[in-house]
């Protein structure tokens, strides 16, 4: 499955951006959805995850409560809407794909980037 990340863009602190990743491929359902980012001189971070049907979802604490990640499984791509965005969500977000085992071994996208400005 191939990935491609976008929506990113510049916007002040408070704002809200989505995100869209758009899958290639007719399998597209079969597999788990994950979004990170990484942050200029920083480790690349989990953000949100989807299962497959979209039923199960899961969030870093860093932006639970801020962020919402969904997928529309007809349309192939998975979103991640942010709200309340803060200067230091300032990076780079990926989106990934998995079936099994962790999302380090799965598929990735190209980033879109977000900067918050204060």
């Known amino acids: 499955v191939q990935l491609q990340a976008f929506g990113g863009g510049l916007v002040q602190a408070g704002d809200s951006l989505r995100l869209s990743c758009a899958a290639s491929g007719r399998t597209f359902s079969r597999y788990a959805m994950g979004w990170f980012r990484q942050a200029p001189g920083k480790e690349r971070e989990f953000l949100a995850s989807i299962g497959w049907s979209g039923g199960s979802t899961y969030y870093a604490d860093s932006v639970k409560g801020r962020f919402t990640v969904s997928r529309d499984n007809a349309k192939n791509t998975v979103y991640l809407q942010m709200n309340s965005l803060k200067p230091e969500d300032t990076a780079v977000y990926y989106c990934?794909?998995?079936?099994?085992?962790?999302?380090?071994?799965?598929?990735w996208g190209q980033g879109t980037k977000v900067t918050v400005s204060s």
């Open positions: 990934a794909a998995r079936q099994h085992g962790p999302y380090e071994n799965g598929y």
